[in-house]
């Protein structure tokens, strides 16, 4: 059985017949019918005669593409192709009539009479008659312009969150409700001075807090348990679980300063910033010494990075 949208067209393998040949034969149906499911039909559809250039389409194909029925009989149907899809179309069409095939589905563009281009899902089968020639062939086309123009429309914004995240000046981390890594910037990388290829999407947080812990960036955050590696390791990640927005600012054993600013998502994933604050801190030292009114970015700091966080939408 075949069905498309709008009405169903039964069929049997004509090789289950002695004078037998791949494709289909009409079985309870007469082209009469065929018509009648074409003028229901919303989706485009037409078929072409073998051996002549009868072509006949349904109201929905002649609105899709601007143009009647007796004008595509004048034309070239290849010209309606756009000339990039041409070539795969011509390879798919000659395995159809050849026989080799009995249908195919395909993605195309195809040219509306005032010039712009739509994308089309086609599909085509091949009908055959009792003595196992081809008779015609069956087309449908189902317009998908929308929804490719908004494939491309997220791909772009893609594209654009990608540059944004590797030229921002902050690190960058993104992991989901399992708090593994799904998403980093190089940043993020050479603030805490992973091994070049250590880190991976996919990877659990763990496997980070691990190598942090043994390297002793946390000594100082937790010098109460200064010689307790697995204490401290254990402490990291129930910090981690904590699903709450919150700042903090640290110091790694390089002497380099950072503040992270961590907010939840809706999916229990989080987004993680880390702003290298360590001029910042050398020129607030300078100016303490010389201005004794000079007050501490402490508080304030966290609530700046707020405004800083890049959104994930």
């Known amino acids: 059985m075949l069905a498309w949208p709008g009405g169903t067209l039964v069929t049997r393998k004509i090789d289950q017949h002695q004078n037998s040949g791949p494709g289909y034969k009409s079985d309870q149906v007469n082209e009469g019918q065929i018509l009648a499911i074409f003028a229901q039909s919303s989706i485009g559809m037409s078929i072409r005669y073998d051996g002549t250039r009868k072509f006949i389409c349904n109201p929905a194909a002649e609105q899709m593409l601007g143009y009647s029925c007796e004008e595509l009989n004048k034309i070239s149907v290849r010209s309606v192709i756009h000339p990039d899809d041409q070539e795969p179309n011509a390879t798919l069409h000659n395995l159809l009539r050849k026989g080799e095939i009995d249908n195919y589905k395909d993605i195309r563009r195809l040219r509306c009479k005032d010039g712009h281009y739509i994308w089309v899902i086609n599909e085509a ?7 196992g020639a081809l008779n015609f062939i069956l087309y449908t086309n189902q317009d998908i312009t929308a ?7 997220a791909e772009q914004k893609t594209i654009l969150m990608e540059t944004t995240i590797e030229t921002m000046a902050q690190g960058y981390l993104v992991c989901d409700a399992d708090m593994k890594i799904v998403r980093y910037n190089v940043q993020f ?4 001075s992973y091994p070049p290829g250590f880190l991976s999407p996919g990877m659990p947080f763990k496997e980070t807090v691990d190598f942090r812990a043994k390297r002793g960036d946390y000594n100082e955050r937790y010098a109460d348990q200064t010689g307790d590696l697995n204490g401290i390791i254990m ?4 910090e981690s679980s904590i699903k709450t927005e919150r700042s903090a600012e640290h110091t790694l054993p390089t002497g380099r300063r950072y503040i992270h600013h961590r907010k939840s998502m809706p999916d229990g994933g989080c987004v993680t910033t880390y702003t290298d604050i360590t001029k910042f801190k050398k020129t607030e030292r300078e100016a303490a010494e010389k201005l004794p009114c000079w007050k501490p970015s402490s ?10 966080m890049p959104t994930t939408n």
């Open 125 to 131: 089968f091949a009908f055959y008659n009792d003595a």
């Open 147 to 153: 929804l490719k123009q908004a494939e491309e429309e």
């Open 235 to 238: 402490r990291r990640l129930d």
């Open 189 to 192: 990388e050479e603030l805490f």
């Open 299 to 308: 508080t304030i700091w966290p609530r700046v990075l707020r405004f800083m």
